[in-house]
């Protein structure tokens, strides 16, 4: 089993930054696929970025494209993602999640191909 634990959420002013982490334990993720999603307050579940194994592909979601970046240290079994330019409509909760990976370069985007997931971190932009 994989636990994720979520943290360096909080309230932040629109055009603030915040950096994410997502601790991972119970076993080592390098050879999991990763990913951050976030939902609000009425919404569905969405994607926001995910990252391969190794770190050395990303994709992002067109809304945080060009904002956010995710990264990952392995050998800390923690994954990041640094968010600048905040916005309101990124208020949500994150969640991390983590798939055991199938390809080395595989890149999931929705969320019922994860396996494991956080408890989530609040996220509140102000404007």
């Known amino acids: 089993q994989v636990q994720l634990v979520e943290s360096g959420g909080g309230l932040v002013q629109a055009g603030g930054s915040l950096r994410l982490s997502c601790a991972a334990s119970g076993r080592t993720v390098s050879n999991y696929g990763m990913g951050w999603f976030r939902q609000a307050p009425g919404k569905e579940r969405e994607f926001v970025a995910a990252?391969?194994?190794?770190?050395?592909?990303?994709t992002y979601a067109d809304s945080v494209k060009g904002r956010c970046t995710i990264s990952r240290d392995n050998a800390k079994n923690t994954m990041y993602l640094q968010m600048n330019s905040l916005k309101p409509e990124d208020t949500a909760v994150y969640y991390c999640a983590a798939r055991l990976g199938r390809s080395l370069y595989e890149l999931k985007i929705v969320p019922t191909d994860y396996d494991y997931w956080g408890q989530g971190t609040q996220v509140t932009v102000s404007s």
């Open positions: 990252i391969s194994w190794s770190g050395s592909h990303t």
